[in-house]
Each structure stands twice: as structure tokens, then as C-alpha cells.
Nanobody, 126 residues
């Protein structure tokens, strides 16, 4: 059974940087992604990375956040720079079940992902 475990969240000030990690176990995976959910809002897409390391970002984080993955550690990362108070949210790691033909897919909808972590809180103070 696939499990995703996020880490690296915390409380930072506006303009600071933070790096989130997500360790996967239990099976082969396709695309992986980060989503976030602020209080009272729907879960929203942040960034995704395909098995072939193609990437996609939301407009709100483009140029500030970088997603990467390390196959040797079966992990995905989110480097967040120039953090703003509106980046405050619970950040979730997500993954798609492995498929032979899915190497270049970079999904961005929540219903495209099969596995989810429990989330890590990121709070950015002004």
C-alpha cells in the first residue's frame, strides 16, 4: 500500500524560504504533486512533476516555488522562496499510480491523483 509522508512545514516570515519533503513508500508511482488548502478554501494545485521530470506550476507560485524528485530516495520536494502570507496553508503531497504510458503526464486536478499524504502546515507571517 502506497504511503506518502510530508515534512518540512513550519512558521516563517514573509520573504523567507522553506523546503517541503514527501517520502513515498509501498509502490511504484507516476506523477507527483503538491497541493495546498487554506482555511475555508478548497484544495488547490501548487505544482506537479512527471515521471520524466516535466513540471507544471500554478500561476500564483510560478517563479517562486520549485518542485523536484529524487528517485533514489523515492521522494518529491517543494522549494518555496519569497514566501507570502497568502501562501499559508496545509500542504499536501499527492501521487498517481504508476502506468506504463504516463511518463510525461503532469496532472493538476485533485481527482487525477490516487494517493495523498496527511499534510504539513506552512504559516507565513507578515
Amino acid at each position: 500500500q502506497v504511503q506518502l509522508l510530508e515534512s518540512g512545514g513550519g512558521l516563517v516570515q514573509a520573504g523567507d524560504s522553506l523546503r517541503l519533503s514527501c517520502a513515498a513508500s509501498g509502490g511504484a508511482l507516476g506523477a507527483m504533486a503538491w497541493f495546498r488548502q487554506a482555511p475555508g478554501k478548497e484544495r488547490e494545485f501548487v505544482a506537479s512533476i512527471s515521471r520524466s521530470t516535466l513540471t507544471r506550476y500554478s500561476d500564483s507560485v510560478q517563479g517562486r516555488f520549485t518542485i523536484s524528485r529524487d528517485y533514489t530516495k523515492n521522494s518529491v520536494y517543494l522549494q518555496m522562496n519569497s514566501l507570502r502570507p497568502d501562501d499559508t496553508a496545509v500542504y499536501y503531497c499527492a501521487a498517481v499510480q504508476f502506468s506504463v504510458g504516463g511518463a510525461t503526464q503532469v496532472p493538476f486536478r485533485t481527482d487525477e491523483y490516487d494517493y495523498w499524504g496527511r499534510g504539513t502546515q506552512v504559516t507565513v507571517s507578515s
